[in-house]
């Protein structure tokens, strides 16, 4: 590997991608990611946490708190800036649990608004 590389070596030798383009919502924010790996829970797992305060399946462990109370969100309110709310059901839902984190005075509107679905 030449050292202007920008891809590290896992223990497997295997070329692994920058932090940037592989960004996980359990994980730090980071403020330049270009791709966020839906690794773990699923858009719709962390929906389902927000109703249900469980992360399913169990193998998930604890990765749906991690995600909401570190770059879940933050991640969220870039995709939503993306979406078309007709055709993202599961995004849209994601921005109002998000919501109803950051803005309390939200929190009923956001949760009726996801028991509808």
């Given at each position: 590997?030449?050292?202007?590389?920008e891809?590290?070596?896992?223990?497997?030798?295997?070329?692994?991608?920058?932090?940037?383009?592989?960004?996980?919502?359990?994980?730090?924010?980071?403020?330049?990611?270009f791709?966020?790996?839906?690794?773990?829970?699923?858009p719709?797992?962390?929906?389902?946490?927000?109703?249900?305060?469980?992360?399913?399946?169990?193998?998930?462990?604890?990765?749906?708190?991690?995600?909401?109370?570190?770059?879940?969100?933050?991640?969220?309110?870039?995709?939503?800036?993306?979406?078309?709310?007709?055709?993202?059901?599961?995004?849209?839902?994601?921005?109002?649990?998000?919501?109803?984190?950051?803005?309390?005075?939200?929190?009923?509107?956001?949760?009726?608004?996801?028991?509808?679905?």
């Amino acid at each position: 590997m030449t050292a202007d590389s920008e891809v590290a070596q896992g223990p497997s030798s295997r070329a692994l991608l920058p932090q940037h383009f592989a960004a996980k919502p359990f994980q730090e924010l980071d403020p330049i990611a270009f791709v966020v790996h839906f690794k773990g829970p699923k858009p719709h797992n962390y929906v389902d946490f927000f109703r249900t305060d469980r992360c399913e399946p169990e193998a998930y462990g604890n990765a749906c708190e991690e995600g909401l109370t570190r770059s879940l969100c933050p991640y969220v309110q870039k995709w939503h800036m993306l979406l078309d709310d007709t055709e993202d059901e599961v995004g849209l839902n994601l921005w109002y649990a998000c919501l109803a984190l950051y803005a309390p005075h939200l929190r009923g509107l956001s949760r009726h608004r996801l028991a509808q679905h």
